[in-house]
């Protein structure tokens, strides 16, 4: 296992992410306490310093499930992550409620981490506006010494990014994005990353392997890639993007059985960046697959379509979110940015005028468009 610095700590470059945990019959909700403490036991002894978990993973459980397997262990040998979950507007008024619970159901008497959790254009007023104190809560923890360092989990767009760290960007040691070479462009991942960098604030990734997908192909580069390196699999192609990016200094991963945890322990024996050209077919690969996928339209956000809108939708933002949607097969992001679009502003509150398709560049089917998604979000209700 390589290590990287941060504040003078050395923290494993691969951390095991507890949302995905082998669990009983496969339900979420009912993790394996003892298939847990083997993979514990197995990354401590292999080199795994960094545990992430959160107060919703796995329906409340993987708290307790993860604290009970690291109670096994020194205190010494292990940095434990948790986050505040802001993603429930009624979680603000109890922060100190759930922080005073989450250390119990952790067994732990502080967070080496802690995190103002999955910041999004439906809670960033909250965390801006903080009429609740979860600021000055979380800075009188840190004073005391049950938060060692504070950061945040973003899953918002750009502009979401700005404001957080506009409000809070004088408190927070560390940023949380999802970052793989699929979403490097096709979410703007870059954007988020040369932010950072320029404010000097160190990068944790989530999703680096996009919930699996990119363990199992490299999107159709897999013959380019073979002439490269040919002893890679998917998953090695997708850690060595991560590794290469500049600012990362925390690479977790959701592992749900040994045979995964051993494998990404043995990847990460030594550092291993890409170079230039892998980047690039890598990140071609990205592009080619996400244009090619049945269903998503091909907006450049352009905006031309907003000038002609009789309700001023913002088209381009709502194309965006439809793509996410589709390709990711109906995936909770989509869903969340559509949820925090204003009144009135939604794909369903399209009039079907047409108005908009009259001056697309890409002629897309702009009303048809926005009709499907709004049947897809009606169908993810039911």
């Not at 801006?128 to 923890?141: F, H, I, K, S």
């Not at 097969?329 to 108005?355: N, R, T, Y």
């Amino acid at each position: 296992m390589f290590y990287r610095d941060f504040q003078g700590e050395k923290l494993s470059a691969l951390g095991l992410g507890c949302m995905r945990l082998p669990c009983i019959d496969g339900k979420e909700e009912n993790p394996d306490q003892a298939a847990t403490q083997e993979m514990v036991d197995y990354a401590i002894e292999n080199g795994i310093n960094y545990y992430d978990t959160a107060w919703g993973y796995h329906y409340g459980k993987s708290e307790n499930v993860i604290g009970e397997a690291l109670s096994k262990h020194d205190r010494s040998n292990f940095y434990l992550a948790s986050k505040f979950p802001g993603y429930d507007h009624s979680n603000f008024a109890k922060h100190e409620e759930i922080f005073e619970k989450q250390l119990e159901k952790c067994k732990v008497d502080y967070f080496d981490f802690y995190l103002f959790h999955n910041v999004f254009e439906g809670n960033i007023d909250k965390y801006v506006n903080d009429d609740e104190g979860l600021r000055e809560y979380l800075l009188a923890q840190k004073a005391a010494g049950r938060i060692k360092h504070l950061g945040f989990s973003i899953h918002g767009s750009q502009e979401v990014l700005l404001k957080f760290l506009e409000a809070h960007g004088d408190i927070v040691e560390f940023c949380q994005i999802q970052l793989n070479y699929l979403d490097y462009e096709f979410q703007d991942a870059k954007s988020k990353v040369e932010e950072l960098n320029k404010r000097g604030i160190p990068i944790w990734v989530m999703e680096g392997l996009r919930g699996g997908k990119l363990a199992q192909s490299c999107l159709g580069a897999e013959e380019k890639l073979a002439e490269k390196r040919p002893e890679y699999t998917p998953a090695n192609w997708a850690f060595s993007f991560l590794q290469t990016v500049p600012g990362v200094t925390m690479i977790l991963s959701g592992m749900s059985d040994m045979e995964q945890l051993r494998q990404n322990i043995e990847f990460f024996s030594e550092e291993k960046k890409l170079t230039e050209d892998e980047l690039n077919i890598l990140i071609d690969a990205a592009a080619e697959d996400t244009k090619a996928k049945e269903g998503t339209v091909p907006c450049t956000a352009c905006r031309y379509c907003m000038s002609e809108c009789p309700i001023e939708l913002e088209i381009p933002k709502i194309l965006e979110l439809y793509n996410e949607h589709v390709y990711t097969e109906e995936g909770f992001l989509g869903i969340m940015g559509v949820e925090a679009l204003p009144s009135g502003k939604k794909p369903q509150d399209c009039i079907g005028c047409g108005a908009c398709a009259s001056v697309c560049p890409q002629s897309i089917d702009i009303p048809g468009t926005m009709s499907r998604f709004s049947e897809l979000l009606a169908a993810a209700e039911d």
